[in-house]
């Protein structure tokens, strides 16, 4: 049975409540796993757009349901992740937005001195008004900002734990497009 964790802060500008449940997984043949997850968190503000000379108040709901799935032999693994985060705010329904993110590693050990680690991310955001580009003014739009980001990276090393030395490369690519 899942344990439930219950979390409450206050402080000057924000009350917020949040449930979690630790997620069970689902264990197939050979190392296989998934895992879903999922969790709500209510929240009031009086600094919607995080400015001071503007109190804006309001209630938000903020719920994030997620799924790994992956494989996995204590040495080696493969994984697939998804998680959505949708907010949504109760007086001003334009502020409301949904990220979707898909994430995958590999991590491979050909054998103990030649190691291979591969990472994909893709993910679809949003960048809150008054944050960031809007960070002075968030009358500048209308709207969160939605924007792309990509993230890809590998790795590759030589040698073995316990040599004095290790040889490592690396490779990373990172786009972010509004």
Known sequence: MPKAHKAVSLNLIRLQS????????LSGTRGIQLIPEATV?????????????NTT?????????????????GLNYAWLAYQAQIKSV????QDDYSDHQLQAIVKYDVHSKHKLKLLADLSSLHQERGIGLTERNYQLIDSPLNYLLTNLSSSYKYGAESAKAMLGIGLAYSKKQY
């Open 18 to 25: 949040m449930e979690f449940y630790d997620p069970a997984s």
């Open 41 to 53: 968190s209510l929240q009031t503000t009086d600094n919607l757009y995080f400015q001071t000379d």
């Open 57 to 73: 108040r309001s209630n938000l709901i903020w719920f994030k349901p997620s799924v790994k799935a992956g494989w996995g032999d």
């Open 90 to 93: 109760s007086q001003f329904k």
